[in-house]
């Protein structure tokens, strides 16, 4: 039986056992008739996303994060956005929306998104001098400005880089749907 060093902490020696569920030691599992299924690496999920025609992007950086912080958490609990969407565009519910962003819109979060993610790896592993000098200038003009601006409240910038850091992630999941774990209130 092969043995192991495993330095300070001693030896390691394998022993083969038989698995419990075979009757002998001789008895082996046939291989699988058919290829296993092909492992990819996590990327964007190609589902299609359908906007009321209505929706464009605000010329107002103020109202863009508030989009964003509605797309988001409607993602999360998962709205209705058919209602959602006619609520907010005063029409008539369709049977066909999935979000309230437009393409051009959902392209930006996803990119303020890794933005985002990429200032808070620096944070994490105490890189703090490492983060370019437009990134910070860009999440200040784009989520943290915009942010106080909605509502005086200190801590809402940081909720709105929480939230929408947490979006690139959930958008990059193989699965359709939203698992609880991969939920805002999950995280």
């Not at 039986?1 to 046939?30: A, C, D, N, V, Y």
């Not at 565009?89 to 393409?103: H, V």
Request: proline share 9%.
């Amino acid at each position: 039986m092969p043995t192991f060093s495993l330095g300070r902490l001693g030896r390691f020696r394998i022993s083969r056992l038989p698995p419990s569920h075979t009757s002998s030691p001789t008895e082996h599992q046939k291989p699988l008739s058919t290829p296993p299924p092909e492992y990819k690496d996590i990327v964007e999920i190609d589902t299609k996303y359908y906007a009321p025609s209505q929706a464009q992007p605000p010329q107002c950086k103020t109202e863009q994060v508030r989009r964003f912080l509605i797309e988001i958490l409607a993602m999360t609990f998962g709205a209705n956005f058919d209602e959602l969407n006619a609520a907010l565009y005063n029409i008539s519910p369709s049977s066909s929306t999935n979000t309230i962003l437009c393409d051009s819109e959902r392209a930006d979060l996803l990119e303020q998104s890794n933005l985002v993610r990429k200032v808070h790896g620096y944070f994490v592993r105490n890189e703090k001098t490492m983060i370019d000098r437009r990134d910070e200038k860009k999440i200040c003009a784009t989520i943290i400005n915009p942010a106080q601006s909605i509502h005086h409240d200190p801590s809402l910038p940081k909720f709105c880089l929480d939230v929408i850091g947490w979006y690139g992630e959930q958008v990059r999941l193989p699965s359709g749907s939203t698992r609880w774990t991969s939920t805002i209130i999950g995280w």
